[in-house]
């Protein structure tokens, strides 16, 4: 069964740092390019972060300079470090894998298989 889990969320001060994790399992991935989205109450799904099979990689204006994606294929693992966390970055953090590894892109109409989300929520 394909399938895949978020994991990292959680409650964290302005400034601070999270670590998502993704975790693939009943499939290899190494072809696929996997995104990161979010969601908050009331607003629509937005593109996070795209890393394409290669390593090219995408951020949303929002948050570059700040977050950082990764992947290790050999674990089936991908990764968004975030730094200098801001309340307005509060959502649910849901990953996403397009099976026929497009560049980098933020099309959800493109992504095969979505995680069920992990909350993040930046506050004081």
């Known amino acids: 069964q394909l399938q895949l889990v978020e994991s990292g969320g959680g409650l964290v001060q302005p400034g601070g740092s999270l670590r998502l994790s993704c975790a693939a399992s009943?499939?290899?991935?190494?072809?696929?390019?996997i995104s990161w989205f979010r969601q908050a109450p009331g607003k629509e799904r937005e593109g996070v972060s795209c890393i394409s099979r290669g390593g090219r990689t995408k951020y949303a204006d929002s948050v570059k300079g700040r977050f950082t994606i990764s992947r290790d294929n050999a674990k089936n693992m991908v990764y968004l470090q975030m730094n200098s966390l801001k309340p307005e970055d509060t959502a649910v953090y849901y990953c996403?894998?397009?099976?026929?590894?497009?560049?980098?892109?933020?099309?959800?109409?493109?992504?095969?298989?979505w995680g069920q989300g992990t909350q993040v929520t930046v506050s004081s």
């Open positions: 996403a894998a397009d099976k026929y590894g497009r560049i980098p892109n933020f099309a959800a109409a493109y992504y095969d298989y």
């Open positions: 009943g499939f290899t991935w190494d072809y696929y390019t």
